[in-house]
């Protein structure tokens, strides 16, 4: 049995920035096909009605498909075998006009005013660009039991599980890669679908908005994410099963946005039933060999990091060897200067011995030289006194003599008289 299932989460940052959801998604399912499609409209401010936009789109690819492959799914059956190309392409030119004629209702219905153009367009509003303003990417997948088929415009990821539960993505927008989105609202948008045909159904396609594939680091991630998906599609059978799975994507994406893009998630998941058992199978082994793969990768990163760490200590050690030698070295240099210090202590010590022993003769002589002078002091002193007695005596003979010739004069005048 085909059936399908989709969520819309508005983005964190839509959130924060009390901004509308500019996803869409939509169904479609009967007894002959399922089809599933998302669109994003652009975030710009000057695609302000860019949410109505992505609902169109979608709304388009659902009308569009519906006129083709519902009214007559035998003739289209059989011209899908003949050149099915041909035939996807007129699909895709009918949703193109589909979604300007809702645009151009919608402008009937609600006319663009002033205010928007100077809120806007910064004032500056041309016709021609009327379609820019509602501006989208696009995402469908088909899946029925003749005719299986896929095609896009703009970002946002196209992928598929085949009936052996391999996860892969066969189209992507290759300009996404170059940051710069593929429109519908292009005069040439035709030429930017990219299609896919299958060979045979897989058992999903499941196309989401890029805001889901930004909240993981790389492909492998995302696509062990949208397996671990798929194992949750089994018993699926019932309108309220389907809104409890829808919801709890709702709220897984919640979480993915606000640790990841903050970008407004949509997904629309189409998928046969029938084989949910063989390929639950497939998946549960690929999900083991991804575990192991996994592991694989961490010991290779390990091994990786040790042999890093290897070449570091090698590094490391080669580096000590040289600071090594280098410090053995300084070491024997040092111990040769220290027996050189010693050597110089030594003769220093030797050369203080022989001041010492100077200092305690000069010491010795200064106190034989200090009795000495002594002595000297003294005998001089003796002479000293000696010679002012001497001085005294003279001078005491001398008085004494002039007496005598006083009195000798005195005795011969009186003779004479």
């Not at 209702?105 to 928007?116: H, L």
């Not at 016709?127 to 088909?142: A, C, F, H, M």
């Not at 990163?301 to 090594?324: G, Y």
């Amino acid at each position: 049995m085909l059936s399908g299932i989709s969520a819309i989460t508005i983005g964190q940052s839509h959130i924060d920035n009390k901004t509308e959801c500019q996803d869409s998604a939509i169904l479609d399912f009967n007894d002959k096909y399922v089809m599933g499609a998302v669109a994003d409209g652009h975030g710009s401010k000057k695609h302000f009605r860019s949410a109505r936009g992505s609902q169109f789109a979608v709304e388009a690819a659902k009308y569009s498909i519906y006129e083709y492959m519902n009214n007559n799914y035998e003739k289209f059956v059989d011209a899908y075998n003949k050149d099915k190309k041909y035939l996807i392409d007129r699909i895709i030119k009918m949703l193109i006009t589909k979604w300007h004629e809702k645009i151009k209702e919608d402008i009937n219905n609600e006319p663009i005013t002033q205010e928007e153009i100077d809120k806007y367009l910064d004032g500056n509003f041309n016709e021609d660009k009327t379609p820019s303003i509602y501006g989208t990417t696009l995402l469908v997948g088909v899946m029925s039991e003749e005719c299986n088929f896929g095609f896009l415009i703009g970002d946002g990821s196209f992928v598929v599980i085949d009936k052996h539960g391999k996860a892969y993505i066969p189209i992507e927008d290759e300009n996404s890669k170059a940051n710069y989105t593929t429109s519908l609202s292009s005069s040439d948008s035709f030429n930017g679908f990219v299609t896919h045909f299958f060979d045979e159904m897989p058992f999903s396609i499941m196309v989401s908005t890029d805001g889901l594939v930004k909240s993981f680091g790389d492909d492998n991630d995302f696509l062990d994410y949208n397996q671990a998906i798929a194992m949750e599609l089994d018993g699926l059978d019932t309108r309220d099963k389907r809104i409890e799975m829808e919801e709890r994507l709702v709220r897984l994406f919640e979480q993915r946005s606000r640790d990841g893009s903050e970008d407004d998630i949509s997904i629309s998941i189409i998928f046969n039933s029938d084989v949910y058992e063989s390929v639950k199978e497939a998946l549960e082994t690929r999900r083991k060999i991804n575990k192991i793969d996994e592991q694989i990768g961490l010991s290779k990163k390990r091994i990786v990091t040790l042999d890093f760490r290897k070449k570091q200590i090698i590094s490391e050690r080669n580096i000590n060897m040289e600071n090594l030698k280098k410090v053995t070295i300084e070491k024997s240099k040092l111990k040769k200067h220290s027996e050189q210090l010693i050597e110089r202590k030594r003769v220093l010590q030797e050369e203080l011995k022989k001041i010492e022993q100077e200092q305690e003769d000069i010491s010795k002589k200064k106190i034989e030289l200090d009795s000495i002078s002594k002595r000297y002091e003294e005998i001089e002193k003796i002479k000293s006194d000696e010679q002012d007695k001497n001085l005294a005596d003279k001078k005491l003979e001398e008085e004494n003599i002039q007496k005598k010739e006083t009195e000798k004069r005195n005795l011969q005048d009186s003779l004479n008289n």
